[in-house]
T-cell receptor
Framework: DSGVTQTPKHLITATGQRVTLRCSPR?????VYWYQQSLDQGLQFLIQ???????AKGNILERFSAQQFPDLHSELNLSSLELGDSALYFC?????????????FGQGTRLTVV | GIQVEQSPPDLILQEGANSTLRCNFS?????LQWFHQNPWGQLINLFY???GTKQNGRLSATTVATERYSLLYISSSQTTDSGVYFC???????????FGTGTQLKVEL
C-alpha cells in the first residue's frame, strides 16, 4: 500500500458527461501529481499541485481541470468526455515540490467512456 | 525535455531465470525511479535511485548518473514478477517524472 488513495477505482460514463476523480496523498506529502495512462500515449503528466497552488502543467486538455484543497486532497475534473479520454488516471504524491523526491502512486481510476 | 528509453520492450523468461532491464536517459537526473505495474494496473515503487546501487530481496538496481543509464536486475524470477516495468526520471528543468515506454515481462512456469 503506497498510502495514496484514489476513488473511485472504476468509472463508466457516457460521452459528453463530466466526472470527478479524487485523490488523498500520503500523510505529510504536500505535492500531488496527476498522470494519464492510455494505450497509445503511455504515462503522461497532466498537472501538479503543491500545498494548494498549481506548480506545473503538462499535457492537460482545457476540458480537464484540477484543484488541491486545504486538507491537501486533490480532485481532477474531466468534462465533455470523449471516447479518447478512456484511460487509467493516476494520482501521485511526494514530500517535495520539485520532482526530485520519491513519488508514490495511487491504485488509479480506470475511466471508460462509452 | 528529457528522453527516457527502456530496453528490451518485451521479455519472456522461465521461472527461476535472471534478467537485466535497462533505462537510458538523455539528461542528468535528480530523481530516477523504477516501478512495477502489475496485471491489475497498480504502479508499485521498486526503487528511488538517482545514483548508486540498491538491493531489495531478489531485485537490485544500479544508476550510473554520469553515463546516463540505470539497470534493474531481477534474479530467480517468479510468475508474480510478470507485468510492465517502468523507469521514470526527473531533471532539474521541470517538476514532473518522465516515464519510459516500459519493459513487458512475462515469467512462465
Amino acid at each position: 500500500d503506497s498510502g495514496v488513495t484514489q476513488t473511485p477505482k472504476h468509472l463508466i460514463t457516457a460521452t459528453g458527461q463530466r466526472v470527478t476523480l479524487r485523490c488523498s496523498p500520503r500523510s505529510g506529502d504536500l505535492s500531488v501529481y496527476w498522470y494519464q495512462q492510455s494505450l497509445d500515449q503511455g504515462l503522461q503528466f497532466l498537472i501538479q499541485y503543491y500545498n494548494g497552488e498549481e506548480r506545473a502543467k503538462g499535457n492537460i486538455l482545457e476540458r480537464f481541470s484540477a484543484q488541491q484543497f486545504p486538507d491537501l486532497h486533490s480532485e481532477l475534473n474531466l468534462s465533455s468526455l470523449e471516447l479518447g479520454d478512456s484511460a487509467l488516471y493516476f494520482c501521485a504524491s511526494s514530500a517535495g515540490g520539485r520532482g526530485n523526491t520519491e513519488a508514490f502512486f495511487g491504485q488509479g481510476t480506470r475511466l471508460t467512456v462509452v | 525535455g528529457i528522453q527516457v528509453e527502456q530496453s528490451p520492450p518485451d521479455l519472456i523468461l522461465q521461472e527461476g531465470a535472471n534478467s537485466t532491464l535497462r533505462c537510458n536517459f538523455s539528461d542528468s537526473v535528480n530523481n530516477l525511479q523504477w516501478f512495477h505495474q502489475n496485471p491489475w494496473g497498480q504502479l508499485i515503487n521498486l526503487f528511488y535511485i538517482p545514483s548508486g546501487t540498491k538491493q531489495n530481496g531478489r531485485l537490485s538496481a544500479t544508476t550510473v548518473a554520469t553515463e546516463r543509464y540505470s539497470l534493474l536486475y531481477i534474479s530467480s524470477s517468479q510468475t508474480t514478477d510478470s507485468g510492465v516495468y517502468f523507469c521514470a526520471a526527473h531533471t532539474g528543468g521541470g517538476n514532473k517524472l518522465t516515464f519510459g515506454t516500459g519493459t513487458q515481462l512475462k515469467v512462465e512456469l
